[in-house]
C-alpha cells in the first residue's frame, strides 16, 4: 500500500474498535490506490499478527493478496463486459448474507462500481438498505457522481488525492528494488497514481504513452491558438460523455501537476528535481508568477464546472485558450 496514509489508519483505528461501517465509497483518480486500500482493509481484518497488522506474511494477510480468503470478494467488470453485471451483484447478496467462515467480519468490494449498470445499482442497493451484520462493502469509483445519491448517501466516503511523487519513488526503491533514476522518472510520470506507477516498472508501453501525454502537456504553452486545439482534441479523444468527462479530469490534474512544477521553478529558478530527465520539462518558465497562479486557479475552477457536469470539451477548451504563453526564459541559466 503506497500513500494515503491517514486513510490506513482511520481504517485501522475503527476496526480495532468494531466502528467500521457497512459501505464504505473510496473514491479517487484511476489507479491511485482505491481497491488496494479496500485489499489493506481486508487483510487489516483477517490478518492473525498481534502487532504491525496488517503483517502481510501471515496465512490470512497471504490469501487475501492472492484473492483466495473466503471472507473477502473482489468483485470487478469483467474484460469482456461494458459493465458490472446484476448477476455479480446477485452472487454478492447470497455470499455477503452468510455468516464468515474464518474472520471475524467479512469484506466484499466492488471495484469500479460507477460501471454498474442500472439493474445492478438497484440490486447493490438492497443489500445497502438492510446490511447483513459483521460484513462491510467497499465501493470504489473514480467518477462518484455516476453513482445513484441513494448509494451514495449510504456509504462512508474516503477521498482519496493523488500521492506525492517522492512517495511513490521512494515506494519503488524500498519495495521492488527499482534504480534510483527510474523511480523519479515513474513516479513523476505516475502524476499520483502509485498503481500506474508499479504496472510502468514492467510494461514499457504504457511509459511510452504517458511521456507522450507529457510531452504534449509541456509543448502547450508554447503553441499557439490551433496547435493547442489539436493537441486537446488528441488528448481528449472521442468517446461517450462520462468517458469523455474522465479524460478531461485526468487532464486536468496532469495541467495541474505540470502548472506546479512551472510556479516551483518561478519561484526558485531551479526546475524541481524529480522533473530534471524529462525532456521539454520546465526547463523555461512560462509567464509570470502571478499569471501561473492565476493559471492553477482557473484549472481548479475548470475541474469543478466538469465534475458540476458542464460540456468537458468546452470548459476545456475555455481554459487552454486562457493558458498563459511561454517568454522562454532560461532561468535556471541566468
Ligand atoms: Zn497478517
Not at 518561478?266 to 525532456?279: E, I, K, N, W
Not at 469543478?304 to 470548459?315: C, D, F, G, I, Q
Request: charged share 20%; hydrophobic share 45%.
Amino acid at each position: 500500500m503506497i500513500g494515503h496514509t491517514w486513510a490506513q489508519q482511520l481504517l485501522s483505528r475503527a476496526a480495532q474498535r468494531n466502528r467500521l461501517a457497512h459501505a464504505y465509497l473510496f473514491v479517487g483518480p484511476t489507479s491511485v490506490g482505491k481497491t488496494s486500500l479496500a485489499m489493506h482493509l481486508a487483510s487489516l481484518l483477517v490478518c492473525s499478527s498481534q502487532i504491525g497488522r496488517p503483517c502481510g506474511v501471515c496465512r490470512g494477510c497471504k490469501s487475501v493478496a492472492r484473492q483466495g480468503h473466503p471472507d473477502v470478494r473482489l468483485i470487478e467488470r469483467a474484460s469482456d463486459r461494458r459493465d458490472i453485471t446484476i448477476e455479480q451483484v446477485r452472487q454478492l447478496e447470497g455470499e455477503i448474507a452468510l455468516t464468515p467462515y474464518e474472520a471475524p467480519h467479512k469484506l466484499f468490494c466492488v471495484a469500479g462500481a460507477d460501471l454498474m449498470n442500472d439493474a445492478a445499482a438497484s440490486a447493490l442497493l438492497k443489500t445497502l438498505e438492510e446490511p447483513p451484520p459483521n460484513a462491510s462493502l467497499v465501493l470504489t469509483a473514480a467518477d462518484p457522481m455516476s453513482l445513484p445519491i441513494t448509494i451514495r448517501s449510504r456509504c462512508q466516503t474516503l477521498t482519496l488525492q493523488p500521492v506525492p511523487a517522492h512517495v511513490i519513488a521512494d515506494a519503488l526503491q524500498a519495495d521492488l528494488k527499482v534504480e534510483d533514476d527510474r523511480a523519479k522518472e515513474l513516479a513523476t510520470l505516475a502524476h499520483g497514481r502509485p498503481g500506474w506507477a508499479v504496472r510502468a516498472t514492467t510494461d514499457h508501453d504504457l511509459v511510452e504513452r504517458e511521456a507522450a501525454a507529457y510531452r504534449a502537456i509541456s509543448a502547450l504553452p508554447r503553441q499557439g491558438p490551433y496547435s493547442r486545439m489539436v493537441a486537446i482534441e488528441a488528448l481528449l479523444g472521442k468517446g461517450s460523455f462520462l468517458e469523455t468527462r474522465a479524460r478531461a479530469l485526468d487532464l486536468l490534474s496532469r495541467l495541474e501537476g505540470w502548472w506546479r512544477d512551472a510556479l516551483f521553478a518561478a519561484q526558485t529558478g531551479v526546475a524541481p528535481d524529480l522533473r530534471r530527465f524529462m525532456v521539454g520539462a520546465v526547463d523555461s518558465v512560462p509567464a509570470s508568477l502571478p499569471e501561473i497562479v492565476g493559471f492553477l486557479l482557473k484549472i481548479q475552477e475548470t475541474a469543478s464546472r466538469v465534475e458540476a457536469n458542464v460540456t468537458p470539451r468546452l470548459a476545456v477548451d475555455h481554459l487552454i485558450g486562457m493558458m498563459p504563453t511561454i517568454r522562454s526564459v532560461d532561468r535556471a541559466s541566468s
